[in-house]
């Protein structure tokens, strides 16, 4: 059985850090994209950032870019978020994805094939 797994969310206050973690399970993922995502109640889910298997490259959202690093541990089968100077607009379930493709990064939630259970971010002002 395939498996994502958050871990890592909780509550800081604004201009503090958290690192997220995304543990895989079932399969090697070391040749998927390997994506995160976060949502608020009644928005779209939002594209945060992304790393590919090859290089590897990575990718974000303009919201974030500076504030948070994407990194990849294929020997482990996970992925780390590291977010920094967190802001209250970045309070949101966050959820890790995993893409097949190996043709070019998706930053659209239906390209990707499999999804964690989400963890809860809370930045608070």
């Known amino acids: 059985q395939v498996q994502l797994v958050e871990s890592g969310g909780g509550l800081v206050q604004a201009g503090g850090s958290l690192r997220l973690s995304c543990a895989g399970s079932?399969?090697?993922?070391?040749?998927?994209?390997m994506g995160w995502f976060r949502q608020v109640p009644g928005k779209e889910r939002e594209f945060v950032c992304a790393?590919?298997?090859?290089?590897?490259?990575?990718y974000y959202a303009d919201s974030v870019k500076g504030r948070f690093t994407l990194s990849r541990d294929n020997a482990k089968n996970t992925v780390y978020l590291q977010m920094s100077s967190l802001k209250p607009e970045d309070t949101g379930v966050y959820y890790c994805?995993?893409?097949?493709?190996?043709?070019?990064?998706?930053?659209?939630?239906?390209?990707?094939?499999?999804w964690g259970q989400g963890t809860q971010v809370t930045v608070s002002s």
């Open positions: 790393i590919s298997w090859r290089d590897p490259s990575t």
């Open positions: 079932g399969r090697t993922f070391s040749y998927y994209v």
């Open positions: 994805a995993a893409d097949r493709s190996i043709v070019a990064v998706s930053t659209t939630p239906g390209s990707y094939d499999y």
